[in-house]
Structure formats: structure tokens, C-alpha cells
């Protein structure tokens, strides 16, 4: 696990909700790659012109940012690219600006989301708002960005 502070930032992608049925998240992310042409242009780049994010972004019901509710069993979830923050996101599309936290990152593994709580539990440190899914393009690994600290 690694600490980091990562400022505010923003996605464009497909949203959708723990309240659309199981497979939800596979439907979105579906959706997402298989209109990719329509936000491309959107992406954040880094200097070598590669995505700098995909992500698998989370709030509870109310766009909060705040953890999935009922034992993390129901919430939203944004599959998406980052962009920059003054992006519009076109029709179809949703944009979320996600406040600045300190994260932990851990490698997204079977069983790592309980292990990161569990962790969180035993150190006393509160869950500040919802666990993200960060998919480095360069790699294509996975890592969760749970939130210790919001930055204010």
C-alpha cells in the first residue's frame, strides 16, 4: 500500500447504479469501450500523448462521493476516462469532478477491497468517501484508490 495526495479531477463516462441489476458494472464499461470515439478527443494526456487514466470511478446515491451505502452494497459507478476538468461531457455522456483526497493504492486483487477496509478498521483511520478502481493504461493494472483524508 502506498499513501498519495491526488488533486480534484474529472471523468467523462458512463454512469449507472447498483439499482440497474446485477452485471451492471460490465454493461457500462461495455458501453464505455465500444463508444470511445465520442470521448477520445476529451481524454487527459500525458506528454507522450497517452491516456493518463481509465477509471472505474464511485459515489453513493446522492453524487456525494461518499461510500457505497448498505455494507457497500449500493451505489453509482462511473466507467470512464479522465479528462480535463473544463470538458463537457456529450449527450449520453456524465462528467464527475471528484474532490481532492489522500488515498491509500493498493493492487486490485481478489479480496483487496475487504483487506484495505479491514486495514482501515485495524489502524483506526475512517473511510472518507467512496474506493475508486484506477486502471493505469500504460500496464493495464488495477489498483483501488481508497480515500483516507479528504483535502480540503
Known amino acids: 500500500m502506498i499513501r498519495l495526495i491526488k488533486s480534484s479531477f474529472s471523468v467523462i ?3 449507472g447504479s447498483t439499482l440497474d441489476g446485477e452485471g451492471f458494472i460490465q454493461r ?3 458501453e464505455a469501450n465500444g463508444h470511445f470515439a ?3 478527443h ?3 494526456r ?3 500523448d497517452s491516456l493518463v487514466g481509465i ?3 464511485m459515489s453513493d446515491h446522492t453524487h456525494s462521493y461518499l461510500p457505497w451505502e448498505d455494507n457497500f452494497s449500493e ?3 462511473l466507467a470512464g476516462i479522465e479528462c480535463e476538468d473544463e470538458a463537457e461531457a ?3 455522456w456524465t462528467k464527475w469532478t471528484i474532490p481532492s483526497f489522500e488515498y491509500l493504492v493498493v493492487a486490485n486483487k481478489e479480496g483487496a477491497f475487504d483487506q484495505a477496509i479491514a486495514h482501515l478498521r485495524a489502524e483506526g483511520i475512517p473511510l472518507a468517501g467512496a474506493v475508486h478502481e484506477y486502471i493505469d493504461p500504460a500496464t493495464t493494472r488495477c489498483h483501488l484508490y481508497v480515500p483516507i483524508r479528504k483535502i480540503e
Do not use: F
Request: no cysteine.
Open 90 to 92: 456529450p449527450l449520453g
Open 55 to 57: 477509471w472505474g470511478a
Open 13 to 15: 463516462g458512463k454512469e
Open 28 to 30: 457500462l464499461w461495455n
Open 46 to 48: 500525458a506528454e507522450d
Open 75 to 77: 451505489g453509482l459507478y
Open 42 to 44: 476529451l481524454a487527459k
Open 38 to 40: 465520442e470521448i477520445k
